[in-house]
Structures are given as C-alpha cells and as structure tokens.
C-alpha cells in the first residue's frame, strides 16, 4: 500500500488538518488518494447514504480528496452515551453499546478484522491512503489492545510523521518522550517530525529545529504556522452539528505545502523515500 500516517503527541495537535492538506495535494496532482481513520470518538457523524454514518472529520477529508466517502474510511465511530459508554458504529452501522472494558474485551478482534478489511478495500481501490491517528501512540497502558495507531500503521505498512503542537508549551518534551516510549520497531517507522500552529518568526525556531533533529536522529519536515479562517471543522468533538462552514482546503493545502518538505513527504508515501 502507498501511504503515510500521522500520528501525534496529543490529542488536538492538528492530526486530521494534516491529513485534510496531504489529501488535497495529492488529489490536486490525479492521484486517487483516500482518507482512513481507524477509530474515531465523535458526538457528530455524517450520512453518507444508505443509512450509513462515518465521523465528520473523514468525510471532511473525502471532500478535499475530491471523492465519496464510504464506510471504509472510518470503520469505527464511538458515539459517547454517557462516561463509561458508548454507541458503536461499525462500517457505518448501528453495532451496539458497550462500556470502555466491555469494549477492550469483546470487541478488539471484531474491529481489527474491520479495519484489516477496510485496509485492503482502500488499498484495492485508490493509489494511496492517508492514515490519522488517535490521541498519542504512547499511552503504554493501551498498547496490548490498541487499534488507532502503531498497530494500524503495522498493518498498513505506512510510515508514520509524528506532530506536535507548539501552541500548547513543551514541545521538545513532548516529541522528544513520545518517541522514546515507543518499541524500536515502532520507533523506526516514525520518519519524520513537524511542528504545527507555530506563532512568530520561524526563523528564530531553528535552534528549536537542530535540537530535535540532534536528539531524535530524525528530520523535522515542516514547521507550518498557525492559519485562522480556514473554515474547514478540525474536531469531531467540537462545534455543533449542522453548523455551516465553507472550507478553504486549496488554501489551507497551499499554507501546508508552502511550510512542509512536500516532496520528501510525498516520497515517504510512494517509497521513494527509506521506510
């Protein structure tokens, strides 16, 4: 399979805003590119026909892939019910609710056939696939059972860009010990680092740039500035639903490419690049 993952040190670091740009861009030069979440939690889903219902945010990405969404591209929707439980959408459909043991139990071998199969749907289908993370791949407490990175990233056989957020504070802390919890076979697939929602003068980051790159032994492949008003909706969790919005995503594409290394990325997913 042709594709990339991001995966981030957090939650909100920009995950599916990177994903939105790198489907824009590769759709923008003919290439048949697809989104893919594995899993997402979301209060808000989108009907995609057929009484089929799939997160926002992948149906935001179809969009800017220039494509229809399927089910497919987001196997798993979390609806929360309430603090410990949840409705679960499975290929679009209604599955069942369950709480988060329940759920940790019973349904981990159901969802990763789902995803398996989503996998070869898209990879059969499309020239590439552009994979989102969840939260971070650190959280150690999960990772026997997790289904939202690393382990989809194994599946695909994608490399994996990290992101952090550089508005939050603790950015090098946060780069710096996500990877260092990661197995080294893990590890090795991360190719590269970028920083987003950067505010100032970026020139004034590069020492910021060289420590990492030190310390990591990996490129930092963008430090990309934080964009207001690009009307396309970042979060599942945020905003209300039916709130109307008019996304920029040649705009917000151009902001990514013009602060990103695009044609190392895009090397990364074609493997043209040492995965």
Same mark, same amino acid.
């Given at each position: 399979?042709?594709?990339?993952?991001?995966?981030?040190?957090?939650?909100?670091?920009?995950?599916?805003?990177?994903?939105?740009?790198?489907?824009?861009?590769?759709?923008?030069?003919?290439?048949?590119?697809?989104?893919?979440?594995?899993?997402?939690?979301?209060?808000?889903?989108?009907?995609?026909?057929?009484?089929?219902?799939?997160?926002?945010?992948?149906?935001?990405?179809?969009?800017?892939?220039?494509?229809?969404?399927?089910?497919?591209?987001?196997?798993?929707?979390?609806?929360?019910?309430?603090?410990?439980?949840?409705?679960?959408?499975?290929?679009?459909?209604?599955?069942?609710?369950?709480?988060?043991?329940?759920?940790?139990?019973?349904?981990?071998?159901?969802?990763?056939?789902?995803?398996?199969?989503?996998? #070869?749907? @898209?990879? /059969?289908?499309?020239? %590439?696939?552009?994979?989102?993370? *969840?939260?971070? +791949?650190?959280?150690?407490? &999960?990772?026997?059972?997790?289904?939202?990175?690393?382990?989809?990233?194994?599946?695909?056989?994608?490399?994996?860009?990290?992101?952090?957020?550089?508005?939050?504070?603790?950015?090098?802390?946060?780069?710096?010990?996500?990877?260092?919890?990661?197995?080294?076979?893990?590890?090795?697939?991360?190719?590269?680092?970028?920083?987003?929602?950067?505010?100032?003068?970026?020139?004034?980051?590069?020492?910021?740039?060289?420590?990492?790159?030190?310390?990591?032994?990996?490129?930092?492949?963008?430090?990309?500035?934080?964009?207001?008003?690009?009307?396309?909706?970042?979060?599942?969790?945020?905003?209300?639903?039916?709130?109307?919005? #008019?996304? @920029?995503? /040649?705009?917000?594409? %151009?902001?990514?490419?013009?602060? *990103?290394?695009? +044609?190392?990325?895009?090397? &990364?997913?074609?493997?043209?690049?040492?995965?």
């Amino acid at each position: 399979m042709n594709g990339i993952m991001i995966q981030g040190t957090a939650s909100h670091v920009g995950k599916s805003m990177i994903c939105t740009a790198i489907c824009r861009l590769l759709a923008d030069e003919g290439i048949r590119t697809a989104p893919f979440k594995s899993q997402n939690m979301s209060a808000f889903t989108t009907d995609i026909g057929d009484g089929l219902h799939i997160s926002r945010a992948q149906s935001v990405q179809a969009e800017a892939a220039k494509i229809p969404p399927v089910p497919e591209m987001n196997p798993i929707v979390l609806k929360p019910a309430d603090d410990r439980t949840a409705d679960i959408l499975l290929l679009g459909r209604p599955f069942g609710e369950m709480d988060g043991m329940e759920y940790r139990e019973r349904f981990f071998r159901i969802g990763m056939e789902a995803i398996r199969k989503s996998l #070869r749907v @898209l990879g /059969d289908r499309y020239d %590439a696939v552009v994979i989102e993370g *969840a939260g971070s +791949p650190a959280e150690v407490n &999960l990772n026997d059972r997790e289904m939202v990175n690393m382990r989809v990233a194994r599946e695909a056989d994608v490399p994996v860009l990290l992101v952090a957020d550089i508005e939050r504070g603790g950015v090098f802390a946060s780069v710096i010990g996500t990877l260092a919890l990661l197995d080294m076979q893990d590890r090795n697939r991360v190719k590269g680092i970028l920083i987003n929602k950067f505010r100032g003068d970026i020139r004034l980051f590069q020492s910021g740039i060289d420590f990492l790159e030190n310390h990591t032994g990996l490129p930092v492949l963008g430090v990309l500035p934080y964009m207001d008003g690009h009307g396309i909706q970042e979060e599942d969790s945020l905003g209300k639903e039916g709130e109307p919005y #008019r996304p @920029l995503y /040649d705009e917000w594409a %151009a902001h990514f490419r013009n602060y *990103a290394d695009w +044609p190392r990325i895009r090397g &990364l997913i074609f493997g043209e690049e040492g995965r």
